[in-house]
């Protein structure tokens, strides 16, 4: 399986790919945000990772790791293309996370997620659920 992991740079490209998977979440994400904004905040404040796979991106993760006051870090998105799905691309882009997370002094990792399956994956590296809010679940990593 030929993939790459890359850090994306380019906001037409995060854009297209926000509204590409926009109602792939418990609540489309248009829902919740501007798409634009959105994007524009995550690369300029954040980090955004994507996997490329057949000379498309398949999978990205974005997330904030710049409080280093706090040492939180804050994961506002994941997720794989449906054509995509299975393949471990997920699993790779939070390990990936994880580390920029590590090398940037962070100590703890928040995320929040209505979907099962991506509950089940933050747990299985370790995330612990602190919260719950009607369908929604509050996780937290100590890294």
Same mark, same amino acid.
């Given at each position: 399986?030929?993939?790459?992991? +890359?850090?994306?740079?380019?906001?037409?490209?995060?854009?297209?790919? !926000?509204?590409?998977?926009?109602?792939?979440?418990?609540?489309?994400?248009? $829902?919740?945000?501007?798409?634009?904004?959105?994007? &524009?905040?995550? =690369? +300029?404040?954040?980090?955004?990772?994507?996997?490329?796979?057949? /000379?498309?991106?398949?999978?990205?993760?974005?997330?904030?790791?710049?409080?280093?006051?706090?040492?939180?870090?804050?994961?506002?998105?994941?997720? +794989?293309? &449906?054509?995509? $799905?299975?393949?471990?691309?997920? $699993?790779? !882009?939070?390990?990936?996370?994880? &580390? %920029?997370? $590590?090398?940037?002094?962070?100590?703890?990792? =928040?995320?929040? /997620?209505?979907?099962?399956?991506?509950?089940?994956?933050?747990?299985?590296?370790?995330?612990? %659920?602190?919260?719950?809010?009607?369908?929604?679940?509050? !996780?937290? =990593? &100590?890294?």
């Amino acid at each position: 399986m030929e993939y790459a992991i +890359t850090r994306l740079s380019v906001l037409p490209d995060f854009i297209d790919y !926000l509204h590409d998977v926009d109602n792939d979440f418990g609540i489309p994400l248009s $829902r919740k945000v501007m798409i634009p904004s959105f994007a &524009e905040k995550l =690369l +300029t404040f954040g980090n955004v990772f994507v996997v490329i796979y057949n /000379s498309q991106i398949a999978a990205c993760i974005g997330f904030y790791c710049n409080d280093f006051v706090g040492g939180v870090a804050h994961l506002p998105i994941l997720s +794989t293309k &449906e054509w995509a $799905r299975g393949k471990g691309f997920a $699993r790779l !882009l939070i390990k990936r996370m994880i &580390e %920029e997370c $590590r090398s940037n002094n962070m100590s703890i990792i =928040l995320c929040d /997620s209505v979907n099962p399956h991506a509950i089940a994956l933050y747990k299985s590296f370790g995330f612990i %659920e602190y919260k719950k809010n009607g369908e929604k679940t509050f !996780l937290k =990593l &100590e890294i």
